[in-house]
């Protein structure tokens, strides 16, 4: 169904949509090629939101070489209005004679009505081409459209033993710095970061974006159910701040509030927040990726209730000992069959640091 030649566009249509991975939110990230006679003549890709889409670029690049062009996408062109007019709709004008979508569109104001614009145009549409790559893209998107919370993804640092902080909370450094650069970058891709009152108390961490530009810095977000967050916290300091709490007093709400910080009374669960319904209210305020960063507690509460996405572990070559710190905070299992499968999606070494991503297994 698709040629040599259509898998190079799409691949190249790919690479251009990895240029918005910093900054799209909470729009998608999205590339686009298009070529005439085997050349490519136009490209581009979509930056920020509010700004033109992928196809508006490519198609000014090419200008009148479009007309009777191919237009490889790596999501489906929008045919409907929003922040700005529909991509469909610039296509059909400029005389596209064929568009390949890597993947329809998850967003049920699209999904699969821009294709079929098209069609109704008389272009010739496919999708599908490299639909794994493309979804790989825009996993926050995808699972905000349709499951209506962010993906998300648990960050660890831990020993080869498994342990995450030594018993008296002390965890700086386990990994090594090429491992903590690393890290950067996933948070610079989230539209927010989750840390619990714990980690806040332990560690007083600032939980921003160091030592890549970015043009934005991830809303960071702190469970603490009865407000216990000291005023003078580092993760309060600079703005774009949330607590999520269950139960508080109306003078700390008023405290935090004269620090610009949102207070977000959320109904509680299991002796704190419903992390449910923390999940639900980010996906309403259009948050794509969530990356978690926490201690054993939190991150066991999301894995037990199958809200994590994503697990990103870095192991460092030292071994913390059993009274250390472990990762997930998870009752006692009885027998192998409760053990929790994941699998795994790469390994990399960073630096002298071990990187592992896994998701949990799904029969």
């Avoid at 005439?36 to 920020?48: E, N, P, T």
């Avoid at 064929?98 to 294709?115: C, F, T, Y």
């Avoid at 991150?299 to 697990?311: K, R, S, T, W, Y």
Wanted: glycine share 10%; with cysteine.
């Amino acid at each position: 169904m698709f040629s040599g030649l259509d898998h190079v566009m799409m691949a190249q249509a790919l690479r251009l949509a990895e240029q918005g991975l910093y900054t799209t939110s909470p729009n998608p990230r999205v590339g686009c090629v298009i070529v005439k006679d085997g050349v490519i003549v136009g490209q581009g890709a979509h930056l920020k939101a509010g700004e033109p889409h992928a196809e508006v670029y490519a198609l000014q690049q090419a200008g009148d070489q479009a007309n009777g062009a191919d237009a490889y996408v790596t999501l489906e062109p929008c045919s409907h209005f929003g922040r700005t007019p529909p991509c469909a709709d610039a296509l059909i004008k400029a005389g596209i004679r064929r568009v390949i979508a890597a993947m329809e569109d998850p967003n049920p104001k699209v999904a699969g009505s821009g294709l079929a614009r098209l069609q109704a145009h008389g272009i010739e549409t496919s999708s599908g081409l490299m639909k794994a790559q493309a979804e790989a893209l825009n996993p926050g998107f995808i699972s905000r459209m349709t499951r209506n919370q962010p993906f998300v993804r648990s960050k660890i640092a831990a020993s080869l033993d498994g342990r995450t902080a030594l018993a008296n909370s002390e965890s700086k450094w386990i990994t090594g710095e090429a491992a903590r650069l690393d890290v950067q970058h996933w948070r610079a891709r989230s539209c927010a970061i989750l840390t619990g009152i714990g980690t806040v108390l332990a560690d007083d961490p600032q939980m921003n974006v160091r030592g890549i530009e970015t043009p934005r810095q991830p809303l960071r977000v702190v469970i603490d159910s009865q407000l216990r967050i000291p005023l003078t916290a580092k993760i309060l300091q600079g703005g774009n701040v949330m607590v999520a709490y269950a139960n508080g007093d109306q003078a700390k709400i008023e405290s935090l509030a004269k620090l610009g910080v949102q207070s977000i009374k959320l109904p509680a669960a299991d002796g704190g927040v419903c992390l449910q319904s923390l999940l639900t209210h980010l996906a309403s305020v259009q948050i794509n990726e969530v990356m978690v960063e926490a201690g054993q507690g939190l991150n066991g509460a999301l894995l037990a209730q199958n809200l994590i996405d994503e697990l990103l572990i870095y192991y460092a070559p030292v071994l913390l000992g059993s009274d250390a710190k472990g990762m997930f905070g998870i009752p006692m299992l009885n027998n192998m069959q409760q053990r929790m499968q994941l699998d795994i999606l790469d390994t990399r070494q960073i630096g002298q640091d071990i990187r592992v991503r896994a998701k949990p297994h799904t029969p």
